[in-house]
């Protein structure tokens, strides 16, 4: 949109010039625009999406507008093709009509419209910037209470097997403990799952 804009204004200024102050390379200049510089910058737009529909119909109505831009210039450059041009008075006169009557605020305007367009893409860009950054710090916080059950219920389990093994194992150690003084220890017989319950049902048959 930057370059569509100041491509606006430059073929503004060598239309003016071209019926006031008529200058060679200035001549030479406007064709280039005609010929390569507009033709790119609408394969540039062809080539991606505007990001919001009623905002590539607003794109395709300033291209619209500067194509007639267009039709009216090169109505003037025929009109005043030659340096003879200039002193017919007919040719003049019809180069600044066009100019006035077609051209002169329909620059005005398609640079508005240019602005204006550029607002709202511009505002669409920091919403969307916006939403991403709001996107990404709900995953953080996602990612992070995850991070923090994970952990938790690590803990608990790692607790829970901890007790599980030590139990058996205090019990196991009390009752030899009971055995060594010379007493029966009340110790009940377990299914055989692991070497403590082995240890166990030994001390058991003990």
């Not at 919403?127 to 950054?133: A, L, V």
Request: charged fraction near 25%; glycine fraction near 2%.
């Amino acid at each position: 949109l930057k370059d569509f804009k100041l491509l606006v204004s430059e073929a503004g200024k060598l239309t003016y010039d071209w019926i006031y102050a008529s200058n060679a390379d200035e001549k030479k200049r406007l064709h280039e625009i005609q010929d390569k510089d507009y033709p790119a910058i609408k394969d540039k737009f062809n080539g991606f999406s505007i990001s919001v529909a009623k905002n590539n119909d607003e794109f395709t109505n300033l291209i619209n507008a500067f194509d007639s831009i267009v039709l009216g210039q090169q109505q003037i450059m025929k009109a005043l093709a030659y340096d003879s041009s200039y002193s017919n008075d007919a040719n003049v006169d019809i180069a600044e009509k066009v100019y006035k009557r077609r051209l002169k605020d329909q620059f005005s305007i398609i640079n508005s419209r240019i602005d204006s367009l550029a607002d709202r893409e511009n505002t669409l860009l920091k919403e969307n910037d916006e939403s991403m950054r709001s996107s990404f710090n709900y995953l953080t916080w996602v990612m992070v209470i995850l991070v923090i059950v994970i952990l938790t219920v690590g803990y608990l389990r790692s607790r829970t097997a901890i007790a599980t093994i030590s139990k058996p194992i205090n019990e196991l150690r009390n009752s030899i403990l009971t055995l060594s003084k010379g007493e029966i220890p009340d110790v009940k017989p377990m299914e055989v799952t692991d070497e403590i319950s082995e240890m166990n049902n030994a001390v058991v048959a003990m």
